[in-house]
């Protein structure tokens, strides 16, 4: 019921800067990121909560990322600073409701269907 459009992707240098869009069709709670690079299991990169309050990252990429939100946009964002090739991938925003946040792939029901970074060396 809660459709999810990604939006922000591009080709970047590495050490620059993307800047990610989730924008849902309705309220959600727990929102996060996944990534996915070709051959590899889809993989979590930062969660939040409905508040902002509680957020929760990957340990390859604390301290360079940033999730926030817009709840009057319904709107998420992925901030992603200091971009390296390893960061390469198609990343996929998530939400479910009633769960106040989660890193857990299988515990969010809705997903976007990706949008492609890719940092070139």
């Known amino acids: 019921q809660v459709q999810l459009v990604e939006s922000g992707g591009g080709l970047v240098q590495a050490g620059g800067s993307l800047r990610l869009s989730c924008a849902a069709s309705g309220r959600t709670d727990a929102m996060g990121w996944f990534r996915q690079a070709p051959g590899k299991e889809r993989e979590f990169v930062a969660a939040i909560s409905r508040s902002g309050g509680s957020t929760h990252y990957a340990d390859s990429v604390q301290g360079r990322f940033t999730i926030s939100r817009d709840n009057a946009k319904n709107t998420v964002y992925l901030q992603m600073n200091s971009l390296k090739p390893e960061d390469t991938a198609v990343y996929y925003c998530?939400?479910?409701?009633?769960?106040?946040?989660?890193?857990?792939?299988?515990?969010?029901?809705?997903w976007g269907q990706g949008t492609q970074v890719t940092v070139s060396s």
């Open positions: 998530a939400a479910r409701r009633g769960v106040v946040a989660t890193t857990r792939r299988y515990e969010y029901d809705y």
